[in-house]
Every structure is written in structure tokens, then in C-alpha cells.
């Protein structure tokens, strides 16, 4: 959605939870789905990649075991193998800030290691929905990747603004438009009626405003520090 704002046509997802998909497939219905990023192998070189790791590994309402995880969710690796075979500009990368802590720091300290041996500079900012106007905080690490020979070579004025996304925003009130959407909350339409599938859903995704401030640098407009969003008043 925030890509979208920016001008950005998605053109692959990977997404393994059938209720995931089939919202997916609602509202993106020419887009393919590649079920598992295990087996994923991209075939064309994007200007952004973004993705969504599992959180379970890194979130302080999981185990937090990060690359000890049992149930086979840390897959970080299987991330930077996509960038290193996509090659992609920009990567944007989310998770919950846990990841910063998770086996006292090494572990996100191996994410940034294994990016820099695929030819990666690296920047990141936690980012709540309040920075947006959101009444709640939802903190989530952001890492934005991008590909240091392209980076270095100039073509790319873009390239060095991506570390200052965090640092220039400031919370901004509860507004009226947010205060709006709590209301219609219960009729938002996502095309499906399984409820605890849905509300499973919501719990897991991202506030698209918060994704589209990470984005804007990848793009080739000024970066200004307000969403792109369509919502009045963001």
C-alpha cells in the first residue's frame, strides 16, 4: 500500500498464511504469490524490496530464541539471500525492536554483517504509529539496505538521506482523521468474513502511514517528512 503512495507497482509477494493470501489475492488479483521465501528465487532485479520478517523470534511476546527458534520463523538468512540474488536499489526490512537485544545484541549485529558481505550499507530507526498520529505505539525496527556500489557511484542522490527518516519526525496529536478510522474499525472491509482470521491479521500488520516515511527516500521525490498517505491531514 505505502509503495503504492510512491509511486512503486508491485509486481511479486511471498506470504505463506492462506487468510493472508486470500486478502492479497482480493485486492492484488494479477499479482503472483510464492508460498514459502525458502523456495523463492527471484528472477528480476527491483528497485525496492521490502519485507516483513516473522516476529516471533525477536518480539518480547514470542521467546525471543532469534536464531535458536524451534519453529523454523527466524529467517533472516533466507531474507538477505533474496537481496543478495535480487539485487535490488533498497531493501526496507521491519521487525519488532526486540531484534536489537535478541542473544545480547549479535544477532542484529550478524543481520548488518551478512548485509555488508552482499555489497549493503545499512541504516536503522524504531518507529512507533504515533509518529503519525496514531493513538497507539506499535515501535517497530526499521533497516533500510542499499546497494553501496550504485550508492558510491553518485547516481543515486537518495542513497544518504535514508539514515535521517527517524530522526526527523516528531510525534504528532491524535487527529481527527485516526479518531475517524477507530470508529469504522469494525466495518473495515478487507473482503473476507472469517473474524479471528481477520483480527489475527490486523495484529501482525503494519500502520501503512509508518511504512510509507521509511519509503520516501527510495524514491526520487524530496523527502519532506509528512506521509503520502491519502487520509485528510496526514
Not at 505505502?2 to 486478502?23: I, L
Not at 542484529?108 to 530507526?125: K, M, P, R, T, V
Not at 535514508?162 to 504528532?172: D, H, I, N, S, T
Request: hydrophobic content about 35%.
Amino acid at each position: 500500500v505505502a509503495a503504492g503512495w510512491n509511486g512503486y507497482r508491485t509486481t511479486q509477494f511471498v506470504e505463506n498464511n492462506p487468510y493472508a493470501q486470500a486478502v492479497l489475492r482480493k485486492h492484488w488479483p494479477d499479482i503472483p504469490i510464492h508460498n514459502d521465501i525458502r523456495d523463492f528465487h527471484p528472477t528480476s532485479s527491483p528497485r525496492l524490496l521490502t519485507a516483513g520478517v516473522p516476529c516471533a523470534p525477536a518480539s518480547v511476546a514470542g521467546d525471543m530464541q532469534g536464531s535458536a527458534d524451534q519453529h523454523g520463523r527466524w529467517l533472516w538468512p533466507e531474507v538477505t539471500r533474496v537481496i543478495s540474488e535480487a539485487r535490488p536499489l533498497y531493501a526496507i526490512m521491519e521487525n519488532p525492536t526486540g531484534l536489537l537485544s535478541v542473544d545480547g545484541g549479535r544477532a542484529f549485529a550478524g543481520i548488518l554483517s551478512e548485509l555488508h558481505s552482499i555489497g549493503y550499507d545499512a541504516w536503522w530507526e524504531t518507529l512507533g504509529a504515533y509518529a503519525v498520529g496514531a493513538p497507539h505505539r506499535r515501535e517497530r525496527l526499521w533497516l533500510l539496505a542499499a546497494d553501496s556500489k550504485r550508492c558510491e557511484r553518485g547516481s543515486q542522490p537518495h542513497c544518504r538521506e535514508a539514515g535521517r527518516v527517524g530522526r526527523e519526525l516528531k510525534p504528532v496529536p491524535w487527529n481527527e482523521p485516526w479518531q475517524e478510522a477507530l470508529r469504522k474499525f469494525r466495518g473495515v472491509d478487507d473482503g473476507h468474513g472469517y473474524t479471528s482470521h481477520r483480527v489475527d491479521t490486523i495484529r501482525n500488520s503494519l500502520v501503512a502511514q509508518v511504512a510509507d516515511l521509511m519509503i520516501q527516500p527510495t524514491t526520487e521525490r524530496k523527502h519532506n517528512g509528512k506521509t503520502n498517505s491519502p487520509i485528510k491531514g496526514h
